[in-house]
C-alpha cells in the first residue's frame, strides 16, 4: 500500500510515522513537502505531528492553507483515507474536515505521557483490526484538549464518529484519565463518511516493543487491513 | 563615527588596564569603539577561558575513537563504528536564565543545538542539568517553572527528545540557578563539517533571521558577578529564541552541507558575528572581510557596533566554494530563509570589517580569537573546609519510617515527572529507556542521521541500529564539602548510571560552574575539582571531548556550590544489554554489588548526605571515598553480569542513600499516566550487627549497585560475582505492596502505594 506523509516545515513527526509504515509495517510511505500540489499515487494520507509553521498563531492554522492541503481536500472528497495526528488533527479541524476544535490543555502545559485508550467502535478503517484491549500510546502537545459544541457532540454520538477515548488502566473514562481536559475524554473521531479520522496520541511511537509497546501498530494494520478489504470487494 | 577610548570605557566593557594594553599592542593603535567591543567579547572567560585554560589542559582528551578533539571545533565527535559518529556537548545558559527564566533556556537549548548540526549532525537528543534555589521560595519557583517551560517551548518545537536530565534544589542557587544544556548529534564520519574559513576568494554567506539588538554582548555579561542591578540592566543581553526557525535553519544546514557546496560553516552563538567570522578565520589560516551594510537587519539605524556584538538567534555563517552560490540560493529559498552574501575569505589574515564600503574594524583574526591572556589565578584552601574535617555526626536519632518519606518527597530526591512530562522525550522513534531510569537509551538508525547528497550510492543503504546511553550528573554538596573528591564522584556517578543502563563510556562533556574566579577560595574549588574530574575521567576510559565553563555565579549572599556538572555518553552493544532500574516480578531475586558500608569508616557516608540536609538541615561533613580502581572493576563487572544474561535490574545507590535507592526499585516504573507499577520487596539487613541505622539505611557510601536477578539465577550471578572479585551480597526478594527492611534495630516497613505518592507528586505539590 502507498501512504504519503505530509511534511510542513515543521513537521517532526513525518519521519517516525515513515519509519513505521515502511521499516515496521514494509509498506512504501513517501514524504511530501507542503508545497507540492498533487498526492500522486498515494492509497492514503498522513499528517502527522510536528508545528507545521511554528504555530505561534494557532497550531494549524497557517497548515491548512498550504499548496498540498488542496489536494488532499480534494482526496478526501473522493473518499481517500487522511489520518491526522496529534497537529495533524489540529490542522484537520482547523480546516474544517473534522468537527470541533483542539485548544490549550486544561493544566495549560504540555504533556508528554503514555496513556490507556479506549477504542469505541470498530467500525471505522481506523479501527477495524484493534484487538478488544485498551491501547497504551504516548500523547505529547500543549494543545490537545478537545472542543465541540452540543449539537456537534451529540452528532459525533449519534453517527458513532468517536473512535477514542482516554480511560483509566481499567477502562473507565474518569477525570483523572483525561491529560488534557478534552470533553467527554475524547482522544480520537472520525467524519461522517468515516474515511477522515484524527487523535492526539502518537500511535508511531507505540508501534515497536523495543519504545516499551507497540499497541499503536494496529491502527495502521486496521488502514491496511481496510484497502486490502476494499480492494477485494473492488475486484470481485 | 569615532569616539576616543576612556579608562572608564574599558572598565565598563570588563577589560583590565593590562588587557588593554595587550589590545593596543596587538593592533599597533589605539582601537576604535567597534574593536573595544569585539575585543571585550572574544577575550571575555566565556569565549576564551582565560581564567581556566591551564586547568582545562588536565583533562585527558585523547582516545583512538575521537574523531575531532577538545576545543578543535563547535563540539568533538567521537567513532561509535560502522561509519557512523556522534557529536556532543554541554553549554550553560546561567546569567540569562537569571533574569529572563524562559527565554534564557530556551536560547540555551537553541545554542547547544546549533553546536551539534555546526559539524554536521543531525540533534537527536537534549539533555540538561538544571540548579536553584528552594521552592518555599516564589521567586524560585517562578524561575524553575519558566526555565521549565523554556525549554520545552524550544525542545519540543524544534522536535528533539528531551530525554534526561538532573534537578538540584539548594540555597546556594538562589538568585543564581544553573541551566546546562546538552545536545548530542549523529553523522556519517565523511559528513564532519569544519568551522573554517577555507579557500581564498570564497563568499561568506549569512542565514537566518535578520540581527537585532537583543542579546548584545551577552558573552561579556555572562563573564561577571549578577547582581541585582545587573539583572534588570541586563535584560536586554537576553536573546529571544525561535525553535521553528532554528528547525529551518538545520534542516537546510544539513541539506546545503549534504551538496558539497560548504567549505566551512559555524553558528552565531556567543559574541555573534563577531565570534564566528574571527575564529573561522583563525581555525583556517586566512582573514576574511565582511561588509554589514550587507547583514539583514531587524532595527533600524543600528551601529556597527551593536551589529557586530548582537545575539539574535539561530544565525549561521557560511563559507561557500566559489561558484556554487545558486545552491545556497535554491536550498534556503526552499526553506523560505533569508540569506546575504556578506563577505569574502581573504589571504590577509585579518578579520576587516566594513560599514558601506568603510572599515570599521581591522585586527588580526588568530591573535583575536586565540591570543587572550592567560591568567594563572591564586588559589588558597576555603577556611570552611576545616570545619568540613572536623565534623562529625554523633548522633543517631534515625526513625527510619519518617525519614526516608522525608526523603523521598525532598525535592532534589523526588521524582522530577512535574519537568519532564512537560518535555517532548519521544519524538523521532529512538527513546527505548525515557527520563526516570539511571540513564536514558537512545537508538540510533537510519533516519538519525543527516541527508546524502542525492546522487550518493548509499542514500538507500540501511544504517546498522545502535544504541547509546546518557546522563548527567553531579551532586554539588560534595564538591563543596570535598571539591577533589567531589569532582571524582560525579564523574563516577555518570560511569555507574551508564553501567547499570548496560553501557561503557565512549566520551565525556563538562560544564564547570563556579563562582568569581578571583576569590582564591573559588579558584581553589575550581582547580582541585578539576583535577578530581580528570583523574575519574581517565579510570573511566571517558576522555573530555569538550565542554563549557560558567564562571561568576554568585548571588548577594555569596558564590553557588561549585558545580562541575558532567555529562556522560556511553556505547551499548546489543539490545538484550538494555537494562533498567525497576524491579520487574515478584520472587525476583535482590542483590547488593559493592559493600553496604565503608569498611574502614562505617559513619563516612553521612557526610554531604541527603540525609544530613534533608532531615537535619545540615550540610557538613566529610562527603564519602571513592576508589576510582574498584568503582571501575563494579562497573567492568556489572556489565560482564549483564551480558552473561539474568540482569532483569541495576540501580546504583546515590543521593538518599540505600533505602532510597531501593525504595525507587520499588516504585519508579511508570507504566502510563496515574498508573505506575509497584512492587515491593523484603530485605534482611539483621547480619549488619554493628552498623548505626542512619548510614545502614541513608549513608551515601559509594560504588554500589541493586540488582535484582531470577531466583534461578541468583547463586550462579553471585558465584560469578565473587569470581570477578566484587563484593556482593544477597539482600532480599522482589514481592508484596510494601518495602520491608529488617535490621537488628527493628523491623521497618512502607506500604509502596505511600511511598509513590510522596515521591511522585513532592514537586507538583510545591508547585500548585
Redesign the interface.
Known amino acids: 500500500m502507498n501512504f504519503a506523509v505530509l511534511q510542513f516545515?515543521?513537521?517532526?513527526?513525518d519521519?517516525?510515522c515513515?519509519?513505521?509504515l515502511a521499516?515496521v509495517l514494509g509498506h512504501s510511505a513517501r514524504l511530501l513537502w507542503h508545497k507540492e500540489t498533487s498526492l500522486g499515487n498515494a492509497d492514503a494520507v498522513i499528517i502527522p505531528?510536528?508545528?507545521s509553521?511554528?504555530?505561534?498563531l494557532r497550531t494549524g492554522a497557517i497548515a491548512r492553507f498550504s499548496p498540498i492541503m488542496h489536494a488532499v481536500q480534494t482526496f478526501a472528497a473522493n473518499g481517500g483515507l487522511v489520518l491526522g495526528v496529534c497537529n495533524g488533527f489540529q490542522i484537520l479541524c482547523e480546516a474544517g474536515m473534522l468537527p470541533g476544535a483542539l485548544i490549550r490543555n486544561r493544566s495549560l502545559?504540555?504533556?508528554?505521557?503514555?496513556?490507556?485508550l479506549k477504542t469505541e467502535t470498530r467500525n471505522s478503517p481506523y479501527t477495524n483490526a484493534i484487538p478488544e484491549k485498551l491501547m497504551?500510546i504516548?500523547i505529547?502537545h500543549?494543545e490537545g484538549c478537545y472542543f465541540a459544541q452540543p449539537d456537534t457532540l451529540s452528532r459525533l454520538k449519534a453517527n458513532d464518529q468517536i473512535l477514542w477515548r482516554y480511560v483509566?488502566?481499567q477502562g473507565e473514562t474518569t477525570e483523572?484519565?483525561n491529560?488534557n481536559g478534552s470533553v467527554d475524554n475524547i482522544a480520537g473521531i472520525c467524519n461522517e463518511r468515516r474515511n477522515i479520522a484524527g487523535l492526539m496520541p502518537?500511535p508511531?511511537?507505540a508501534s515497536?516493543a523495543?519504545?516499551?509497546c507497540a499497541d499503536g501498530k494496529s491502527i495502521f494494520e486496521s488502514i491496511i487491513a481496510w484497502q486490502q478489504q476494499q480492494a477485494v470487494a473492488k475486484a470481485a | 563615527m569615532t569616539r576616543s577610548i576612556t579608562p572608564e570605557m574599558v572598565k565598563q566593557h570588563g577589560l583590565t588596564p593590562d588587557e588593554y594594553e595587550r589590545i593596543k599592542s596587538v593592533l599597533g593603535r589605539e582601537p576604535n569603539y567597534t574593536e573595544l567591543g569585539i575585543f571585550s567579547v572574544m577575550w571575555s572567560e566565556h569565549c576564551s577561558y582565560k581564567n581556566t585554560r591551564p586547568l582545562l589542559k588536565g583533562f585527558p582528551t585523547k582516545s583512538p575513537r575521537i574523531l575531532v578533539g577538545a576545543g578543535e571545533e563547535n563540539a568533538g565527535i567521537i567513532d561509535i563504528g560502522d561509519g557512523l559518529a556522534i557529536a556532543f556537548k554541554i553549554e550553560s545558559h546561567n546569567h540569562p536564565s537569571a533574569v529572563e527564566p524562559f527565554q534564557g533556556a530556551a536560547t540555551g537549548v537553541g545554542g547547544i543545538i546549533r553546536d551539534i548540526f555546526t559539524m554536521g549532525a543531525r540533534p537527536i537528543c537534549a539533555l540538561n542539568s538544571l540548579r536553584f534555589g528552594e521552592l518555599s521560595s516564589p521567586e524560585v519557583r517562578r524561575l524553575f517553572s519558566g526555565v521549565v517551560s523554556g525549554i520545552a517551548h524550544y525542545g519540543n518545537c524544534f522536535g528533539i527528545p528531551t530525554i534526561a536530565g538532573e534537578v538540584y534544589f539548594d540555597k546556594s542557587y538562589e538568585g543564581n540557578p544553573l541551566v546546562n544544556a546538552f545536545c548530542l548529534g549523529v553523522l556519517r564520519h565523511e559528513q564532519i563539517a569544519r568551522g573554517a574559513a577555507k579557500g581564498i576568494g570564497n563568499p561568506v554567506f549569512y542565514v537566518g533571521p535578520a540581527t537585532g539588538r537583543d542579546g548584545l554582548a551577552g558573552a561579556a555579561f555572562a563573564s561577571q558577578d549578577l547582581t541585582e542591578e545587573s539583572a534588570e540592566q541586563q535584560r536586554g543581553a537576553v536573546q529571544v529564541g525561535d525553535p521553528f526557525m532554528e528547525k529551518l535553519v538545520m534542516e537546510a544546514c544539513l541539506e546545503l552541507l549534504a551538496t558539497g557546496a560548504v567549505a566551512g560553516i559555524q553558528d552565531m552563538g556567543a559574541a555573534g558575528l563577531t565570534c564566528s567570522t574571527c575564529e573561522t578565520a583563525a581555525r583556517a589560516g586566512t582573514g576574511i572581510e565582511i561588509d554589514l551594510a550587507d547583514v539583514p537587519q531587524r532595527a533600524p539605524n543600528m551601529t556597527p557596533y551593536e551589529i557586530m556584538l548582537s545575539e539574535s538567534q539561530e544565525r549561521m555563517l557560511i563559507i561557500v566554494k566559489a561558484g556554487r552560490e545558486a545552491e545556497v540560493q535554491r536550498i534556503f529559498d526552499k526553506w523560505d530563509l533569508p540569506w546575504s552574501k556578506v563577505g569574502v575569505v581573504t589571504d590577509t589574515g585579518r578579520m576587516v570589517v566594513k560599514n558601506h564600503g568603510q572599515v570599521v574594524a581591522d585586527i588580526p583574526a588568530k591573535k583575536l580569537a586565540d591570543e587572550a591572556p592567560i591568567y594563572q589565578r591564586d588559589s588558597r584552601e576555603p577556611a570552611y573546609l576545616a570545619g568540613v574535617r572536623a565534623f562529625r555526626w554523633e548522633s543517631d536519632t534515625t526513625d527510619a519510617v519518617s525519614n526516608l518519606k522525608t526523603l523521598l518527597s525532598w525535592p532534589t530526591i523526588a521524582s522530577k515527572n512535574w519537568v519532564y512530562r512537560q518535555y517532548d522525550h519521544m519524538v523521532r522513534d529512538g527513546s527505548v529507556v525515557g527520563p526516570g531510569s539511571d540513564a536514558a537509551v537512545l537508538r540510533i538508525k537510519g533516519d538519525s542521521l543527516p541527508p546524502m547528497p542525492a546522487d550518493s550510492a548509499s542514500r538507500n543503504g540501511k544504517v546498522a541500529e545502535k544504541f547509546i546511553a546518557l546522563s548527567v550528573d553531579c551532586n554539588a554538596s560534595y564538591v563543596y564539602l570535598d571539591p577533589y573528591v567531589g569532582g571524582k564522584i560525579a564523574v563516577a556517578e555518570a560511569a555507574r548510571n551508564l553501567a547499570c543502563s548496560g553501557a561503557t563510556p565512549l566520551g565525556t562533556t563538562d560544564n564547570l560552574n563556579f563562582g568569581n574566579p578571583h576569590n582564591p577560595e573559588i579558584f581553589y574549588q575550581l582547580k582541585e575539582s578539576v583535577r578530581g574530574l580528570a583523574e575519574a575521567c581517565r579510570a573511566f576510559n571517558a576522555p573530555v571531548t569538550g565542554g563549557n565553563v560558567s564562571l561568576y555565579n554568585q548571588n548577594p549572599n555569596g558564590p553557588i556550590d561549585p558545580t562541575p556538572t558532567v555529562a556522560m555518553v556511553g556505547a551499548i552493544e546489543k539490545a538484550e544489554h538494555i537494562t533498567t532500574q525497576w524491579f520487574k516480578d515478584e520472587g525476583d531475586v535482590i542483590i547488593l554489588l559493592g559493600d553496604l558500608l565503608d569498611k574502614e569508616d562505617p559513619l563516612l557516608g553521612l557526610g554531604g548526605s541527603a540525609y544530613l540536609q534533608a532531615v537535619h538541615g545540615i550540610k557538613n561533613g566529610t562527603p564519602p571515598r571513592i576508589d576510582l580502581e574498584r568503582e571501575h572493576e563494579l562497573h567492568q563487572g556489572l556489565r560482564s553480569l549483564i551480558y552473561a544474561g539474568g540482569i532483569k535490574s541495576a540501580h546504583d545507590c546515590s543521593d538518599g542513600g540505600f533505602a532510597v535507592a531501593l525504595a525507587e526499585c520499588c516504585i519508579s516504573h511508570q507504566l502510563a499516566r496515574e498508573t505506575p507499577r509497584l512492587l515491593g520487596a523484603d530485605i534482611d539487613l539483621s547480619a549488619f550487627l554493628e552498623a548505626r541505622l542512619d548510614a545502614l539505611l541513608f549513608g551515601e557510601a559509594q560504588s554500589r549497585i541493586i540488582i535484582s536477578v531470577r531466583p534461578l539465577d541468583a547463586v550462579k550471578v553471585i558465584e560469578r560475582a565473587k569470581i570477578i572479585g566484587i563484593p556482593v551480597t544477597r539482600l532480599g526478594t522482589v514481592g508484596g505492596t510494601a518495602l520491608r527492611i529488617k535490621t537488628i534495630k527493628g523491623e521497618f516497613s512502607w506500604p509502596t502505594s505511600e511511598l509513590h505518592d510522596f515521591w511522585w507528586n513532592a514537586i507538583a505539590k510545591l508547585m500548585s
Not at chain 1, 516545515?9 to 513527526?13: A, D, F, H
Not at chain 1, 504540555?110 to 490507556?116: A, D, M, T, V
Request: aromatic share 12%.
Open positions: 516545515p515543521g513537521s517532526n513527526c519521519q517516525d515513515v519509519h513505521v521499516d505531528g510536528g508545528f509553521y511554528g504555530d505561534y502545559q504540555f504533556r508528554c505521557e503514555n496513556i490507556f497504551r504516548p505529547a500543549g483509566s488502566a483523572l484519565a491529560p502518537h508511531e511511537r515497536e523495543i519504545l516499551g
